[in-house]
Nanobody, 124 residues
Framework: QVQLVESGGGLVQPGGSLTLSCAASVRTLDTNIMGWFRQAPGKEREFVAAIRWSSGTTNYADSVKGRFTISRPNAKNTAYLQMNSLKPEDTAVYYC?????????????????WGQGTQVTVSS
């Protein structure tokens, strides 16, 4: 069983930066992709970014391209989401998720493991 723990959320001013991390409790031997989703109050959970463990290949939602960067520095148990130029509309609970499948997907139902989430609030 893979357990995912997010950290790094908080309050930041518009235009600021924040880095989220997602640590897996065990080596994700049966997972190939790590993703980030977010859910704002009253909205559906939406895809943000994903990375393939083996190659480091990435995929991003259009709304965060050029501002967010997902990485896995040593392909072990931790992935990061660097968020720059943050906007109030980025305010949400951010979840990391792991997927056994090999292909990128934006559907939350395609991910097999989920963390508990970390709050990100962008406000002046």
């Amino acid at each position: 069983q893979v357990q995912l723990v997010e950290s790094g959320g908080g309050l930041v001013q518009p235009g600021g930066s924040l880095t989220l991390s997602c640590a897996a409790s065990v080596r994700t031997l049966d997972t190939n992709i790590m993703g980030w989703f977010r859910q704002a109050p009253g909205k559906e959970r939406e895809f943000v970014a994903a990375i393939r463990w083996s190659s480091g290949t990435t995929n991003y939602a259009d709304s965060v391209k050029g501002r967010f960067t997902i990485s896995r520095p040593n392909a072990k148990n931790t992935a990061y989401l660097q968020m720059n130029s943050l906007k109030p509309e980025d305010t949400a609970v951010y979840y990391c998720a792991a997927r056994r499948g090999l292909t990128f997907t934006v559907r939350r139902s395609d991910y097999d493991y989920w963390g508990q989430g970390t709050q990100v609030t962008v406000s002046s």
